[in-house]
């Protein structure tokens, strides 16, 4: 009977360990994609990204460079303006649920965390060329006023 138990237990820990394990490896896996996926959305990680799913050979890089470049740049800025007109929303329904919350509510409201629409974002300038017309229609394809 000694030597079942002490089976028994070698067992289990065996089981607790792998589930360990693969818990790690799964969690290290997991934050190496999210980490990649959050690479497209700087104007580097765009332009490795395509240039991974182009694999161009050396002298179609440097015709491919600076187009690469620009829509890497005009993918930034989609994102940006996007994370900005999200957050111009936000204000607007916090301002909009203002008067039906308590005080707590909206402090609440306040203190959702400010950096969570403008998380490693460079300030947006006001000389970009690409954008036309009213709410920004055909920003992305290189367009002038």
Do not use: C
Not at 83 to 89: G, M, P, V
Not at 101 to 109: F, H, P, S, T, W
């Amino acid at each position: 009977m000694n030597q079942k138990i002490r089976n028994t237990i070698l067992l289990v820990i065996t089981l607790l360990i792998g589930f360990a394990i693969g818990f790690l490896v799964s969690g290290r896996m997991i934050k190496s994609k999210v980490e990649d996926m959050r690479s497209y959305y700087t104007t580097m990680g765009f332009h490795h990204h395509l240039l991974r799913v182009i694999d161009p050979s050396p002298e179609q890089l440097n015709e491919l460079e600076p187009i690469l470049k620009k829509y890497a740049e005009l993918n930034h800025d989609l994102l940006f303006d996007y994370k900005s007109d999200q957050h111009n929303l936000f204000l607007e329904l916090q301002d909009e649920l203002e008067p039906l919350l308590n005080a707590d509510q909206n402090e609440r409201i306040r203190q959702w965390p400010k950096n969570r629409f403008f998380k490693n974002q460079q300030s947006p300038t006001d000389d970009r060329r690409h954008r036309k017309g009213p709410r920004n229609q055909g920003r992305h394809r290189g367009n002038t006023n």
